[in-house]
């Protein structure tokens, strides 16, 4: 075990949540969400991988419930069957053997890409399938994540309380926008290794990357594109909160400092995912006339939000056609994206994994054996048809998680936490590498399916602080 100078940052706020319990301290389990590139120590026996500070985090908040009274029980109800934590554990059996039993058995079948840190060759390679340490690896981080799902859900179906998860997603939110400007900030004077302590974790750090001249944002995280995806989440759940109640100036605050974000990390798939996004959300709001259960001045907002977006799309259009650094910009960013050599290199991931999935009988060359640049195509190449089945009926379930009053702060809250997740889905469809859609996603949906349950005759006593949905 290597100890590392995020390492004594990461035991700080362990430690703070230890003394303060998870009940008064989810903000502080979500302070660790934008410490993507922060590693709590690295392991150079298991190929110098890294373990991150957000998964030392989903370790001790699951053992904060399971140390609570009936703690076990608990935790097994949130897996019952017929409900998303049933299927989750199912999806856990099956990439067990799918990681554990399949390279095995085509072992040689089939040509994967998978990551090198070997010391002759470091990155991306190709190489005949077989069972390699990123099984273990793969396997061990989705593991995390479903236990940060399994840990959420059930506090939050034990414990219900909307305005602490609103707490914990304004400190995400807060957090991140911060790391990124002093990204930026430090970068333009020189002192880029002011963020070097929170930039530990064993991977590829692009800190130094720029677009068109402007340093890429990507405060505690890798690189632009997960800065971006996470953003997206964000933004997701203070878009829906923000048009619900447009009076409130934190959800306004919130969804402009996340949009931000969006913008500045330059991603080419955080902009694709942004657009396609609203597109889903307003189709998805007119299909169901959501329009009826709004207020007028909620109506009225959405409808100058259209006319701003229509505006901007038709100035954007002007600028690119007139303006040489904007054409250049967005040539760079969106439009070239597919012809450069990361966008060719991509597809060919792309395709390999689609035949990885023939080659495999459909059954897939095993979790952590393949790598894409597609969730859906990482998913079918690894997990195959029955793990991608399992992993889109688990989302089935959970986007269809209902409040039993609707109108209520934990409605409000459980739909804003799906839309995170849908807008995070969207982003990673376009970029993940893995199955795996990170401990963020799985927590934000565990905390709408245990508010869900919450509200359906399965919590424990009611969430305080709230008198028929509305705030005391």
Same mark, same amino acid.
């Given at each position: 075990?290597?100890?590392?100078? *995020?390492?004594?940052?990461?035991?700080?706020? $362990?430690?703070?949540?230890? /003394? $303060?319990? #998870?009940?008064?301290?989810?903000?502080?389990?979500?302070?660790?969400?934008?410490?993507?590139?922060? =590693?709590?120590?690295?392991?150079?026996?298991?190929?110098?991988?890294?373990?991150?500070?957000?998964?030392?985090?989903?370790?001790?908040?699951?053992?904060?419930? /399971?140390?609570? +009274?009936?703690?076990?029980?608990?935790?097994?109800?949130?897996?019952?069957?017929?409900?998303?934590?049933?299927?989750?554990?199912?999806?856990?059996?099956?990439?067990?053997?799918?990681?554990?039993?399949?390279p095995s058995v085509f072992s040689g079948a089939t040509e994967v890409f998978t $990551?090198?840190?070997?010391?002759?060759?470091?990155?991306?390679?190709?190489? +005949?399938?077989?069972?390699?340490?990123?099984?273990?690896?793969?396997?061990?981080?989705?593991?995390?994540?479903? =236990?940060?799902?399994?840990?959420?859900?059930?506090?939050?179906?034990?414990? +219900?309380? +909307?305005?602490?998860?609103?707490?914990?997603?304004?400190?995400?939110?807060?957090?991140?926008?911060? #790391?990124?400007?002093?990204?930026?900030?430090?970068?333009?004077?020189?002192?880029?290794?002011?963020?070097?302590?929170?930039? @530990?974790?064993?991977?590829? $750090?692009?800190?130094?990357?720029?677009?068109?001249?402007?340093?890429?944002?990507?405060?505690?995280?890798?690189?632009?594109?997960?800065?971006?995806?996470?953003?997206?989440?964000?933004?997701?759940?203070?878009?829906?909160?923000?048009?619900?109640?447009?009076?409130?100036?934190?959800?306004?605050?919130?969804? =402009?400092?996340?949009?931000?974000?969006?913008?500045?990390?330059?991603?080419?798939?955080?902009?694709?995912?942004?657009?396609?996004?609203?597109?889903?959300? =307003?189709?998805?709001?007119?299909?169901?006339?959501?329009?009826?259960?709004?207020?007028?001045?909620?109506?009225?907002?959405?409808?100058?939000?259209?006319?701003?977006?229509?505006?901007?799309?038709?100035?954007?259009?002007?600028?690119?056609?007139?303006?040489?650094?904007?054409?250049?910009?967005?040539?760079?960013?969106?439009?070239?994206?597919?012809?450069?050599? *990361?966008?060719?290199?991509? /597809?060919? &991931?792309?395709?390999?994994?689609?035949?990885?999935? @023939?080659?495999?009988?459909?059954?897939?060359?095993?979790?952590?054996?393949?790598?894409?640049?597609? &969730?859906?195509?990482?998913?079918?190449?690894?997990?195959?048809?029955?793990? @991608?089945?399992?992993?889109?009926?688990?989302?089935?379930?959970?986007?269809?998680?209902?409040?039993?009053?609707?109108?209520?702060?934990?409605?409000?809250?459980?739909?804003? #936490?799906? &839309?995170?997740?849908?807008?995070?889905?969207?982003?990673?469809?376009?970029?993940?590498?893995?199955?795996?859609?990170?401990?963020?996603?799985?927590?934000?949906?565990?905390?709408?399916?245990?508010?869900?349950?919450? @509200?359906?005759?399965?919590?424990?006593?009611?969430?305080?602080?709230?008198?028929?949905?509305?705030?005391?």
């Amino acid at each position: 075990m290597q100890f590392l100078p *995020s390492t004594p940052i990461a035991l700080a706020m $362990i430690g703070i949540l230890l /003394m $303060i319990g #998870l009940r008064r301290g989810l903000w502080v389990f979500f302070a660790m969400m934008p410490l993507g590139a922060a =590693a709590a120590f690295n392991l150079p026996a298991v190929g110098n991988a890294s373990f991150g500070i957000k998964e030392l985090a989903v370790i001790v908040v699951l053992g904060l419930v /399971m140390a609570q +009274p009936r703690g076990l029980d608990n935790l097994l109800g949130t897996l019952r069957m017929g409900q998303p934590g049933g299927i989750a554990l199912a999806l856990l059996v099956y990439c067990i053997l799918s990681a554990l039993w399949v390279p095995s058995v085509f072992s040689g079948a089939t040509e994967v890409f998978t $990551i090198s840190r070997s010391a002759n060759v470091n990155g991306i390679r190709s190489i +005949p399938l077989g069972p390699t340490s990123g099984n273990l690896t793969q396997l061990f981080t989705l593991s995390l994540s479903l =236990a940060a799902f399994l840990a959420m859900a059930t506090n939050s179906r034990m414990d +219900p309380d +909307p305005q602490r998860v609103e707490k914990a997603m304004a400190v995400a939110t807060g957090l991140n926008v911060a #790391l990124g400007l002093i990204d930026i900030g430090s970068a333009s004077v020189g002192a880029s290794h002011l963020m070097d302590v929170l930039r @530990t974790a064993n991977y590829s $750090i692009l800190s130094e990357a720029k677009m068109m001249g402007f340093k890429r944002m990507i405060g505690g995280f890798p690189e632009a594109s997960s800065f971006g995806s996470f953003s997206m989440g964000l933004f997701g759940f203070w878009l829906h909160r923000c048009l619900l109640e447009p009076k409130s100036r934190l959800a306004l605050t919130m969804v =402009a400092t996340a949009f931000f974000c969006v913008v500045r990390s330059t991603s080419s798939a955080a902009y694709v995912a942004l657009v396609v996004f609203i597109g889903v959300y =307003a189709l998805y709001g007119a299909a169901t006339r959501v329009g009826s259960v709004l207020t007028r001045q909620i109506v009225i907002t959405a409808i100058l939000g259209g006319l701003l977006i229509w505006h901007a799309m038709i100035l954007i259009y002007a600028t690119y056609e007139l303006v040489e650094p904007v054409t250049a910009f967005l040539n760079e960013t969106l439009f070239d994206k597919l012809g450069s050599d *990361s966008g060719v290199e991509r /597809m060919s &991931w792309n395709a390999q994994a689609l035949k990885n999935l @023939t080659d495999t009988w459909l059954i897939g060359a095993g979790l952590g054996s393949a790598r894409a640049s597609n &969730w859906l195509l990482s998913s079918l190449g690894s997990i195959g048809v029955p793990g @991608t089945a399992l992993f889109a009926a688990f989302l089935i379930a959970v986007f269809r998680m209902q409040v039993r009053a609707a109108g209520t702060a934990a409605d409000m809250t459980v739909q804003a #936490l799906k &839309w995170g997740c849908v807008a995070t889905l969207v982003t990673e469809i376009l970029i993940a590498s893995t199955p795996n859609l990170g401990v963020f996603f799985f927590a934000m949906a565990g905390l709408a399916t245990g508010l869900a349950r919450s @509200t359906q005759g399965e919590a424990a006593k009611p969430a305080p602080g709230f008198v028929r949905g509305r705030a005391a």
